[in-house]
């Protein structure tokens, strides 16, 4: 992972984080590459507010990983705030090579840098295989998450 540069997203790397976002079971269904323009007002929004951080994994000048952390604060745990992890997202041919574990790795430092008392994410009930690799980074199941779809 030496030649591996984790950096802020810009809206040159819109295209291939969507192309990343897309290439999965659920991705594919609620995604579309062919269109990038609410991606990019998305993006705009991301990119101006201070507590959010979209980054990208570059080996070769290729984007081959993303994640989105964001910082909430908060008043519980006596004010602390928190890192929540969105959106991870591995290319397809970079998978297997401990790239996820690096990503998940900086999130959580970063969220450390940042004053944060917890790190926290969610996944899909049906990606076993994610739980399974979250588990081993240390996290742990203690919630249920419920979301309520607005369209």
Same mark, same amino acid.
């Given at each position: 992972?030496?030649?591996?540069?984790?950096?802020?997203?810009?809206?040159?790397?819109?295209?291939?984080?969507?192309?990343?976002?897309?290439?999965?079971?659920?991705?594919?269904?609620?995604?579309?590459?062919?269109?990038?323009?609410?991606?990019?007002?998305?993006?705009?929004?991301?990119?101006?507010?201070?507590?959010?951080?979209?980054?990208?994994?570059?080996?070769?000048?290729?984007?081959?990983?993303?994640?989105?952390?964001?910082?909430?604060?908060?008043?519980?745990?006596?004010?602390?705030?928190?890192?929540?992890?969105?959106?991870?997202?591995?290319?397809?041919?970079?998978?297997?090579?401990?790239? $996820?574990?690096? %990503?998940? &790795?900086?999130?959580?430092?970063? #969220? +450390? *840098?940042? $004053?944060?008392? %917890?790190? &926290?994410?969610?996944?899909?009930? #049906? +990606? *076993?295989?994610?739980?399974?690799?979250?588990?081993?980074?240390?996290?742990?199941?203690?919630?249920?998450?419920?979301?309520?779809?607005?369209?």
């Amino acid at each position: 992972m030496n030649d591996l540069v984790i950096r802020r997203a810009t809206a040159a790397d819109v295209a291939p984080i969507v192309t990343m976002i897309a290439d999965d079971q659920l991705g594919a269904t609620r995604e579309s590459t062919g269109d990038l323009t609410p991606y990019l007002a998305a993006f705009e929004q991301i990119d101006a507010d201070p507590n959010q951080l979209l980054v990208v994994a570059e080996r070769n000048d290729e984007v081959i990983g993303t994640l989105q952390l964001t910082i909430i604060p908060g008043l519980s745990r006596r004010g602390s705030s928190r890192g929540l992890i969105e959106a991870v997202r591995v290319a397809r041919p970079a998978r297997g090579a401990g790239l $996820g574990t690096t %990503l998940i &790795q900086w999130a959580v430092e970063e #969220s +450390r *840098t940042r $004053g944060c008392a %917890l790190v &926290q994410l969610t996944s899909d009930k #049906s +990606r *076993t295989d994610a739980h399974r690799f979250y588990t081993s980074l240390g996290f742990a199941n203690t919630h249920e998450g419920f979301k309520l779809k607005l369209s």
